[in-house]
């Protein structure tokens, strides 16, 4: 089967957050898909992955999720109202048994489950809902399509909330059935999501349906993957915290990989690789000017950038000391290393001194708490959280200055081409 022309689109949650956005979305597709072939991935609508993520909180202590749960599936039955005139739809039902389903799977939850599975089991509905209802309402704008089961496609080992793709099965189930369905009319699935061999739900990593984007890209060999996001295109700032953003045109591989390393939250760090691997190129487009031009990221190279800001927010930084009056050894190094590599803890930037050792990580406070336990026998531990870790790429003088200004900064580090400092 010819696999050519096919283009794959990523709607976040942003671009499903209400009806009018959903429309919008068709209007996309019906102006910009073109005759391609079309694979479409969905996020969850608006903030309900956070709202779930709520949810299985008070699940997990026990605690009443009743109101909590009314007003997530009310937002979504308000949406299908605005949709479908007909309130016999089918729609409906089948969002009423997912939210059925979800209820169950809430109930079910006890604080004896571990807690990142039931995470991947119960978080995962957030995009089940918004595929359901992206395939009924295209469907009712004569957009022939079908729904397909992400979980059944992207193959995962059961590293919960981070599932790790089994490749080569992954491809071989997406090519088996994908281009041909995508012969028929459009193709719908659901962005984050993937399954086990046992038929468990995993999730890629919160904001993954990028990823799960570029997956099915690269198993179909698609001529470009597209995100439409609500800004117009890859920025070299967060324009929340920027009012004076430049917008690259074009840029490559590489360097919007080190972003997402860094932090930016433009794509998430996964996607690039299986794009660059088939020089499939990304465009980011904004779903709010559709005939914009957006940013291409592919296969190129420039000598000169313009300098990217980079925020992480709720950074912590944790200090090692040795107990005894000696250094910090390569044997400390590695019994450090072990346990944050036990726990899941990921460095966003290390310094080493004579007598300590800092990290800064992203803030979570449990993951934190099992550090301590597990090396305060051994080390002199102490941290600092609420912090901020600002990054510049390709930084000149103006652009430190502008970031240092009026900062108390607790850690400095500088590369040829990349200055951090974390800072409160
Ligand atoms: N809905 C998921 C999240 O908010 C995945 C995504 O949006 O990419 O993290
Ligand atoms: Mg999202």
Request: net charge negative; glycine share 6%; aromatic share 10%.
């Amino acid at each position: 089967m010819s696999t050519e022309r096919i283009k794959v689109y990523k709607f976040g949650g942003a671009s499903v957050k209400s009806a009018g956005s959903f429309r919008n979305l068709a209007h996309i597709i019906k102006t910009q898909g073109g005759e391609r072939q079309l694979l479409v991935v969905v996020s969850a609508m608006g903030k309900t992955t956070n709202a779930l993520e709520a949810l299985l909180h008070l699940a997990y202590q026990q605690q009443d999720f009743a109101a909590e749960f009314e007003q997530l599936k009310d937002y979504h039955l308000q949406v299908l109202h605005e949709l479908f005139a007909e309130q016999e739809h089918r729609a409906f039902e089948r969002l009423e048994q997912l939210f059925d389903l979800l209820h169950i799977q809430l109930r079910g939850i006890t604080p004896n489950d571990n807690y990142d599975k039931v995470y991947d089991q119960t978080v995962s509905f957030g995009e089940l809902f918004s595929s359901a209802i992206l395939h009924y309402f295209l469907e009712d704008q004569d957009l022939a399509n079908t729904l397909i089961d992400s979980r059944k496609y992207i193959q995962t080992d059961s590293n919960w909330r981070e599932g790790k793709v089994d490749w080569a099965w992954t491809e071989r189930l997406i090519r088996r059935d994908v281009p041909a369905l995508l012969q028929q009319g459009l193709v719908v699935t659901q962005g984050f999501l993937g399954g086990t061999n046992i038929g468990l739900t995993t999730t890629l990593g919160r904001e993954g349906s990028d990823f799960s984007a570029a997956i099915f890209a690269y198993c179909l060999g698609a001529t470009g993957m597209y995100i439409w996001k609500d800004v117009e295109g890859l920025l070299n700032a967060d324009p929340k915290h920027f009012s004076d953003t430049v917008r690259y045109p074009e840029i490559s591989y590489q360097e919007t990989i080190e972003m997402a390393y860094y932090g930016a939250s433009v794509i998430h760090p996964k996607t690039i690789k299986p794009l660059a691997t088939k020089k499939i190129p990304l465009y980011v487009k904004s779903f709010l000017n559709p005939e914009g031009e957006g940013t291409r990221i592919c296969d190129c190279r420039f000598e000169v950038i313009a300098p990217a800001y980079i925020i992480k927010e709720n950074q912590c930084l944790v200090s090692f000391g040795v107990k005894d009056f000696t250094f910090i050894s390569e044997k400390n190094l590695g019994t450090i290393f072990n346990a944050l590599s036990e726990l899941r803890i990921k460095i966003n930037l290390m310094q080493n001194s004579a007598i300590s050792f800092s990290i800064c990580t992203d803030y979570n406070p449990e993951r934190l708490h099992r550090l301590i336990q597990t090396l305060q026998d051994q080390f002199v531990i102490h941290y600092n959280t609420d912090l901020r870790l600002y990054t510049i790429k390709n930084y000149d003088t103006a652009s430190i200055n502008r970031t240092m200004e009026g900062k108390e900064v607790l850690l400095e580090q500088r590369t040829r081409t990349t200055f951090q400092i974390v800072s409160r």
